[in-house]
């Protein structure tokens, strides 16, 4: 047995069979349906709450929205009438698009200076309880932490530097924003996980691609960005239709995010590049702005995908991925280290490991 055939038996095991594969499309989604209509009408947790406080939400109820499975479901009549109303307001430009908090807004204007005061950053993240408490989780984690424990902010802005304290304060953000969609708890819970898992996965891609790996980081978290727009807009429109189902969420996902990505990506004033890969970034090779960036982050959502579906033959396919060629990782090999260490890091995060 060769070299890389060995790398690949002992890396990649034999898949075992996806365990509803042998049922037909309309009993699984009798059940997907049964399912989501019987889940808790929980909400996410308030800003200010202890769970908030900690950093910690709850599981999500749902499973990956981004699957060929799940959008191309046959919708039902008001389903239908729903997508054609959000279609309506799209086209027109009347996308719904939260506003970044006013202490993000501060904070991130400061870390973007040539140089900053420390203590006025300190000032500014301490006035926010969810962002400072993400800092300390950060400082405090596996990635971080040394013998002693960074026991306020100040240490922990020194510990992990300006580029984590800017990924720390659009997370914030985004779990924030995420928090609106009271009615759409389940989804919102699936969107924030993905955000942290492909940021995770696209951090470890960067050290192979040679990307800076928090702006590696920063591409995988808000490379969906759209979706928490449009999350809004889904509770504005569904009136007394009860819940969603998780087709009709996947199908407005995959058919509006990158247009509402790139509009709340400017509206946020965020860096060229990430207004660029949240606009373009599943066609990667059409992005000409960033198209490495927009491989990355295509790249880094498939694995979550492959991994969250328990794929193990689709994850073994992104060793041929185009996206790998496009970050400049030739060499077979290679590959396969790169996939495996993605691997690791989707496992740690999704084991509670990750940072």
Known sequence: MGLIAWVKKVLFPAPTP????????????????????AAADAPLPKQNSAKAATGAMLRPRV?????????????????????WRLSQRIDSGRLDIP??????????????RPSVEVRQLVEAIERDPLIASELLRMANS??????????????????VGLKSVRNVIFGAAMKSSLGNARRLNEYAEEVWRQAQAVALVARTLSSSAGIDREQGYLVGLLHDLGKIALLGMLQTEMKDMGRLTPALVGRVFRTFHERAGRAMAL????????????GCHHDFAANSDHPREAALAKLAHEVDLRLSLRDESGLRALVDSPALAALGIADESARWRTVEAARTSWEAHESGAGS
Do not use: C, F
């Open 18 to 37: 996806a365990a509803h594969a042998s049922e037909p499309r309309r009993e699984r989604v009798r059940e997907e349906r049964s399912a989501t209509a």
């Open 63 to 83: 499973g990956p929205l981004d699957s060929d499975e799940v959008v191309t479901v046959v919708l039902e009549s008001p389903e239908e009438d729903l997508l």
């Open 99 to 112: 506003v970044l908090p006013p202490t993000s807004v501060a904070a991130l204007a400061m870390v973007n």
């Open 142 to 159: 596996a990635l971080y932490a040394t013998a002693a424990e960074a026991a306020s902010v100040q240490q922990a802005v020194m510990r």
């Open 267 to 278: 509206e946020w004033k965020l860096p060229a590049e990430i207004v660029s890969v949240a």
